[in-house]
């Protein structure tokens, strides 16, 4: 399933969820960030836009992107009932952002990395809009180091939009790579049931059964990350700045 498709059936159950809209994620990319008045803000990839209406109450403007249809009209319905009047918004597919070179002093990509295919191309994207000495905060999942096949074939599985979520050492090369100095970043480490990591899905399905049955087959090879009735999520968000 495309990234379109799974996101479009699934517009309602991300505009609900908790660790979307809040999150402890999100309150480390504005504390690390420090918006500012005069900043110009993209953020990439915003699903419902949670990250860019907590934001645009910071910064001069906010530029709202997505590559979902369904889930740009979610944020733009979120922008008006927030009555936020600094937001406009874009359509496309990263990595091609149609907007202009060093249009931003800060962008933000919240929550989808892992759903890329090319990311050094959407990282070099990103650098590409943003001003010399601008800022790019990532929060993303993190592969645990020498697991990385057997933890992004799980979160397949879960969701075939995934495509592959990086190890820290491998998010910290890619930033470098793409023309960017990192600031800093932190690793959280989150405990969830089974069922948590696996909505929308229903553990009763042909295919949360399969998740399940991989999981506990990870579990019996010392699989890092699990843990008796569910299993544990790393996750990471990176300060880097624009040479």
Same mark, same amino acid.
């Given at each position: 399933?495309?990234?379109?498709?799974?996101? %479009?059936?699934?517009?309602?159950?991300?505009?609900?969820?908790?660790?979307?809209?809040?999150?402890?994620?999100?309150?480390?990319?504005?504390?690390?960030?420090?918006?500012?008045?005069?900043?110009? @803000?993209?953020?990439?990839?915003?699903?419902?836009?949670?990250?860019?209406?907590?934001?645009?109450?910071?910064?001069?403007?906010?530029?709202?992107?997505?590559?979902?249809?369904?889930?740009?009209?979610?944020?733009?319905?979120?922008?008006?009932?927030?009555?936020?009047?600094?937001?406009?918004?874009?359509?496309?597919?990263? #990595?091609?952002?149609?907007?202009?070179?060093?249009?931003?002093?800060?962008?933000?990509?919240?929550?989808?990395?892992?759903?890329?295919? =090319?990311?050094?191309?959407?990282?070099?994207?990103?650098?590409?809009?943003?001003?010399?000495? /601008?800022? @790019?905060?990532?929060?993303?999942?993190?592969? #645990?180091? %020498?697991?990385?096949?057997?933890?992004?074939? @799980?979160?397949?599985?879960?969701?075939?939009?995934?495509?592959?979520?990086?190890?820290?050492?491998?998010?910290?090369?890619?930033?470098?790579?793409? /023309?960017?100095?990192?600031?800093?970043?932190?690793?959280?480490? =989150?405990?969830?049931?089974?069922?948590?990591?696996?909505?929308?899905?229903?553990?009763?399905?042909?295919? /949360?059964?399969?998740?399940?049955?991989?999981?506990?087959?990870?579990? %019996?090879? %010392?699989?890092?990350?699990?843990?008796? /009735?569910?299993?544990?999520?790393?996750?990471?968000?990176?300060?880097?700045?624009?040479?």
């Amino acid at each position: 399933m495309d990234f379109q498709k799974f996101f %479009g059936q699934n517009v309602e159950h991300y505009s609900r969820s908790r660790l979307h809209s809040r999150g402890e994620d999100l309150e480390i990319m504005v504390r690390i960030v420090r918006p500012e008045g005069t900043d110009v @803000l993209l953020d990439a990839a915003a699903g419902p836009g949670f990250t860019a209406l907590q934001f645009s109450e910071m910064v001069s403007s906010t530029v709202i992107h997505d590559g979902t249809p369904g889930m740009l009209r979610k944020a733009m319905e979120l922008v008006k009932e927030k009555k936020a009047r600094n937001c406009s918004f874009v359509l496309s597919t990263l #990595p091609e952002l149609p907007l202009p070179d060093g249009a931003f002093t800060v962008v933000t990509c919240r929550r989808a990395l892992h759903h890329f295919h =090319n990311v050094h191309e959407t990282l070099r994207e990103f650098r590409r809009v943003l001003a010399p000495g /601008g800022r @790019l905060c990532i929060s993303d999942m993190v592969a #645990p180091a %020498g697991w990385e096949e057997q933890f992004n074939r @799980l979160e397949w599985m879960r969701d075939s939009s995934h495509h592959w979520a990086l190890s820290e050492e491998e998010m910290l090369m890619e930033l470098e790579e793409a /023309g960017f100095r990192e600031v800093e970043h932190s690793i959280m480490v =989150n405990s969830l049931d089974f069922d948590q990591w696996l909505s929308p899905l229903d553990s009763e399905s042909a295919q /949360g059964m399969a998740c399940r049955a991989y999981l506990e087959k990870l579990s %019996g090879e %010392g699989f890092p990350l699990a843990r008796p /009735g569910g299993l544990m999520k790393l996750h990471g968000v990176y300060l880097a700045v624009r040479d």
